[in-house]
Each structure stands twice: as C-alpha cells, then as structure tokens.
C-alpha cells in the first residue's frame, strides 16, 4: 500500500504481530477509505484463521501529520554512524532505560571507535554502555534521542539498521521482509 500515514503507538502493533493466533493461515487485510475521490489507508485488520479473534491498528490520517510536520523538510544527511543493532544492544539499552527510567532522551557519542549511550548526568543519577562496538565515524556533538520512541522501534519484528548524523537527525530502517519503514527522529540538543 501506498500512501502518506502516521503509524502511532508501535508497540501496539508489535504487540498484535506477536499474536500467536496470527502465526498462521491469518488474514491480514488493509483497510481504506475513500477521501476526495482518492482511496486512502486507514489502519490494517487482523483476524485468525477461525475468524473468531481479530483486532484493528488504525494509521494516523495525512492531515494530522501535515499539520504536526508543516514546517519540516528533510533534506537528507550525512550518516556519520551506521550499522545493524544486534539483539543483546538492545535488550540492554531497555536495561539501561530501566535503571534511569526519569531521563526521556540519552545522549548518543562515540569513543574510541564505540558507540555509546549516555543517560543522566553525573550531578544526578547516571549510567552509559556501549551500545555498539568497532563503529567506523565519529558523532562530535551531544545530541539527545528519544529512550521510549528508540526503543519501540527496535522492538518491532525485522531487520534493522540505524544511522546517526552529526546533522542532528537519526534514521532507523526495519525491513519486515513484506515492507521497509523508514523512522527519521529529530536529535533534541541537552
């Protein structure tokens, strides 16, 4: 399907595609609406084999989304950082999310050719890891990133590669094998 759509609440829709009842003979079927002589989508509708189990992930409307990005463009970016999260960086930046559960955003530097995530400051509670060894490129500036919107997107099911510019954007692409998503995040400065 084609179309401009906000996806909200991804956990959600992680959530309904970890559904057991789904796992086989589902149906998986898109749902549209017709808006100004054009059919756009609306959400997607899954029902289980049986069809006595079934659930519904509406998609935010292309209005709603123009409005919130009116005055964004993107123009692109130079990916200084860009590599494939593997599963234990991820479970532990959801450890290090845990420990400092008051801090909405960490910091993202790289050291000695590690990425790592910052969370805190030291006049306060603290804690860093390295999220990813042996990266080529460095990050020169203390942009910060959203810990809850990061982590909902790495945990969707697929593969994933992340990229993070010095412009102050970062990109994370899950390919499902059925559709690529590419999710920009605006760095937020500390």
Same mark, same amino acid.
């Given at each position: 399907f084609v179309g401009t759509f906000g996806m909200p609440n991804l956990g959600k829709l992680n959530t309904i595609l970890g559904i057991p009842e789904y796992k086989e003979d589902a149906k998986i079927s898109l749902n549209t609406q017709d808006k100004d002589g054009t059919t756009v989508p609306t959400g997607l509708h899954f029902e289980n084999k049986a069809g006595d189990f079934k659930n519904d992930y509406r998609f935010m409307s292309q209005e709603i989304i123009s409005e919130k990005l009116k005055n964004v463009k993107f123009r692109g970016a130079n990916w200084n950082v860009e590599f494939e999260p593997a599963v234990a960086s991820i479970q532990r930046l959801k450890f290090m999310a845990s420990a400092n559960s008051e801090e909405t955003t960490f910091t993202a530097k790289t050291e000695?050719?590690?990425? #790592?995530?910052?969370?805190?400051?030291?006049?306060?509670h603290a804690g860093n890891f390295v999220f990813q060894a042996g990266v080529t490129g460095t990050l020169s500036k203390g942009w910060s990133w959203p810990?809850?919107?990061v982590i909902a997107i790495l945990n969707l099911s697929g593969d994933k590669t992340f990229r993070i510019s010095d412009d102050g954007v970062a990109q994370i692409t899950v390919n499902t094998g059925i559709a690529t998503y590419n999710f920009l995040l605006p760095?937020?400065? #500390?």
């Open positions: 000695n050719g590690d990425l #790592k995530f910052y969370f805190g400051d030291h006049s306060t810990v809850t919107a760095a937020q400065s #500390k």
